[in-house]
């Protein structure tokens, strides 16, 4: 909406009664047919000592007043007939009363303006002439700076309103802030075009944990935030938890994640076995951590071990361990678990079992004809061994097929967590800080989703995909990262610098909600624990937090308590949200924000912006209501200046090809690989909850190993077509393992 010659000549006057925070505006007639709800409007007040007071104000009710329309007036049974009171009717009769709400005020002091209260020093004289807010009197107050950065404009208006959030290396240290609003509210586009704002603080690094893969593959943004930082020099790295992202060595949490896939449960452990469970773990986690132990298997390195000669050691270990009554006190537990492992070739007396009844058993996982098994354990423990592994799927492969380390390429490597993070938290001499995204989904770029027939390893890659995507596995995944994202922000941190970093927590209802035991896992509790805990720790050392999910109460009260910044889109008008909301905005902000028409009505996204210093504008608790931009070009056109600079002060670390010049267009999503192109299949293929059931179709079309060799019968499948025992043998930890 352009400036016009009423904006200038002033479209209502200060009426009575008025006050420091709030007025009432008799309304010009030339206004009359102007869109006011949630505008903006400015007016002055002067003093006696020459300074002058800007104060701008919201418009939050406007009022048709007409005597001869009111239920009681003379007139009333005349209108009721008619619809009108003749010339007393309409526009030109009616008076229409204005309320304002104070925003900001700006005082103007040896003909310069600062900012300087939520509220006027005095109430304004009546007949005070006032403005809707243009962009002139923006500029005038704010002045200009090329470091200022845009994402939209103020509702209703085309006026551009500066961010002006800073990085965390002032005094005022780190800040945690959520991003709020239903799906189709636009947050996902607003978190990214805020955070492409930030990427002007060159020292402050950005780490964005993605559940879901949606920043990993930028599915559904308006533009490439990876791309822009690019664009701006600064060095950009997906680590994917399926593939490149390698986890600290930690035993015990190996345990946690087999737990959560059920693999203890192939192993016949009971459903009511929890201890038995529980002390299965401690013994295989400290086996791991055993260095004299390992030796003896010829193992240097569990987390650098094929995951088949891995696991075979660990069942065999277990086998040994379960006479020792440790696990199982009884007896007859003790050999069902042992069962799974070799078939028992005695009966519970002790007494040697038939050799035709032990050739009808079913093999144990390391029986020589045990393969069918021995798959159905390694397609879980396989991909979950494999996050610790110094090798990504492919360098596994090439490995498995005999290359050398020192051949691998660097797609064909993990890196640890700790390293990345480190990296962001410290940038290089002459560098902008990096961005890091975490991509915590599930990678299926090893399955078939136009479901033809292409090989045996469609059903295991199936299996790791729903195992990896399971919601308790990865709150242990994350908890760990979240560990090591400070303790190394502690030990940066411990060196005398302060830190400057972001951490984005998407899908954050997941693992950040208030704990109920009835609703969430004992992992998931875990870590929203966890995290109430660091979101306390982590802004001491200069990590703020940023939560980004559908609705405010999603977050736990000890979060909530703790966020300086709320970015609130559309569609949180529960009465819990607006409950909650109401303890940090008032009521008439409140009915401003419920009257914002919806996305799909309107085509813009409008937030509103909640806490100091988040715009120019944000005084105190009053918010700030924006529509954000919604194409790459008008935010480019607002930011190009200090884009531009950036670019130039960073040429020698743009990708290569790009000289440095101005920006012309913002950066395109980059260009799908496999891997993230089979992202995108998923995440057409199957959506939130539902990709657990897509995944377990695929995965059912066939079984992911064969038996060793063709039963005779259905009936009988693990009968042997001649009646020769079958020879029970333990097999040596360095037998030759079967392909894997």
């Not at 805990?533 to 802004?539: K, L, S």
């Not at 056109?637 to 790009?658: C, F, I, M, Q, S």
């Not at 959506?687 to 079984?703: D, I, L, T």
Request: proline letters at 6%.
């Amino acid at each position: 909406m352009n400036n016009t010659a009423t904006d200038k000549q002033g479209i209502a006057v200060i009426g009575a009664p008025s006050s420091c925070e709030n007025a009432v505006l008799n309304l010009r007639t030339r206004a009359y047919r102007l869109p006011l709800l949630g505008r903006m409007l400015a007016f002055r007040a002067p003093f006696e000592d020459g300074e002058t007071e800007l104060a701008l104000a919201t418009v939050t009710g406007v009022e048709t007043i007409n005597a001869m329309h009111s239920a009681t007036s003379q007139t009333a049974r005349h209108v009721a007939d008619t619809g009108t009171a003749g010339n007393r009717s309409g526009d030109a009769a009616d008076t229409r009363a204005v309320s304002v709400k104070v925003e900001a005020v700006f005082r103007q002091v040896e003909g310069e303006w600062r900012k300087h209260s939520s509220t006027l020093s005095n109430s304004p004289a009546t007949g005070t002439e006032v403005t809707i807010l243009d962009q002139d009197t923006v500029d005038e107050v704010l002045g200009h700076n090329r470091d200022d950065a845009y994402i939209g404009t103020l509702r209703g208006s085309d006026v551009l309103i500066p961010i002006t959030l800073g990085d965390f290396s002032s005094a005022r240290g780190a800040r945690h802030s959520a991003c709020l609003g239903q799906s189709g509210s636009g947050k996902s586009a607003f978190a990214t075009s805020l955070l492409c704002s930030q990427l002007r603080h060159d020292g402050q690094g950005h780490i964005i944990f993605d559940p879901q893969g949606q920043w990993a593959t930028e599915h559904g943004s308006l533009w490439s935030l990876q791309g822009l930082a690019r664009a701006l020099g600064r060095k950009v790295t997906v680590a994917r938890l399926s593939h490149s992202l390698r986890l600290r060595k930690d035993a015990p949490l190996l345990m946690d994640l087999l737990e959560e896939a059920g693999f203890f449960r192939k192993l016949a452990f009971g459903a009511g076995a929890d201890d038995n469970v529980a002390q299965a773990k401690e013994t295989l986690a400290a086996t791991l951590n055993n260095r004299r132990i390992l030796a003896q298997a010829g193992i240097d390195d569990w987390a650098r071990s094929r995951p088949d000669e891995l696991l075979r050691f660990l069942l065999e270990e277990l086998y040994q361990q379960l006479p020792a009554g440790m696990i199982y006190a009884s007896k007859d537990p003790q050999r069902r678990v042992a069962a799974t492992i070799h078939r028992p070739t005695e009966d519970a007396e002790g007494n040697a079992l038939d050799d035709a009844v032990v050739s009808r058993m079913m093999p144990g996982a390391l029986d020589s004809d045990g393969d069918y098994r021995f798959g159905e354990l390694l397609s879980i423990f396989g991909p979950l061994a494999s996050l610790w592994s110094p090798w990504s799927p492919t360098g596994m492969r090439k490995i498995l097929n005999g290359a050398e380390d020192d051949e691998l390429d660097d797609a064909d490597r993990r890196r640890d967590a700790w390293g990345m993070m480190r990296e962001v938290m410290s940038p290089q001499p002459g560098q902008p800080a990096p961005l890091l995204i975490l991509d915590l989904s599930a990678d299926l770029s090893g399955m078939n989703l136009d479901l033809d027939s292409s090989g045996e390893d469609n059903a295991d890659a199936a299996e790791a995909a729903r195992i990896l995507d399971n919601t308790d596995v990865k709150a242990r995944v994350i908890n760990q990262l979240l560990t090591t994202l400070l303790l190394a922000g502690q030990r940066e941190f411990s060196k005398g610098t302060p830190l400057n970093i972001q951490a984005v927590w998407d899908e954050a209802w997941a693992y950040a909600a208030q704990p109920d035991p009835k609703v969430h896992s004992p992992a998931v509790i875990a870590l929203s624990n966890r995290l109430a805990g660091a979101a306390r720790d982590a802004r001491k050392l200069g990590i703020g937090f940023q939560f980004i999910l559908q609705a405010s109460t999603g977050l736990r009260d000890d979060i909530f308590k703790q966020l300086s910044a709320l970015y609130v889109g559309h569609g949180l008008y529960e009465p819990a949200e607006l409950k909650r909301l109401s303890g940090r905005v008032r009521d008439n902000h409140l009915k401003l924000y419920q009257a914002t028409p919806p996305p799909d009505a309107t085509g813009e996204f409008s937030f509103m912006l909640v806490g100091g210093n988040i715009t120019g504008f944000s005084f105190g608790s009053n918010p700030v209501f924006l529509s954000m931009f919604n194409t790459g070009d008008q935010w480019l056109h607002a930011n190009r200046e200090w884009v531009n600079d950036r670019r130039r002060t960073y040429v020698k670390h743009l990708p290569p090809g790009d000289t440095g010049g101005p920006l012309e267009t913002m950066p395109a999503r980059p260009a799908l690989d496999g891997g993230e192109a089979i992202h995108e299949a998923r995440q057409r293929l199957a959506h939130g909850k539902a990709n657990a059931a897509a995944v377990q179709s695929v995965a059912r079309r066939k079984p992911s190993r064969k038996p060793a060799e063709e039963p005779t019968s259905p009936s009988r499948r693990w009968q042997r077509s001649n009646t020769t025992p079958v020879p029970v043998q333990t097999p040596s930890r360095f037998d030759a393992p079967p392909a894997f």
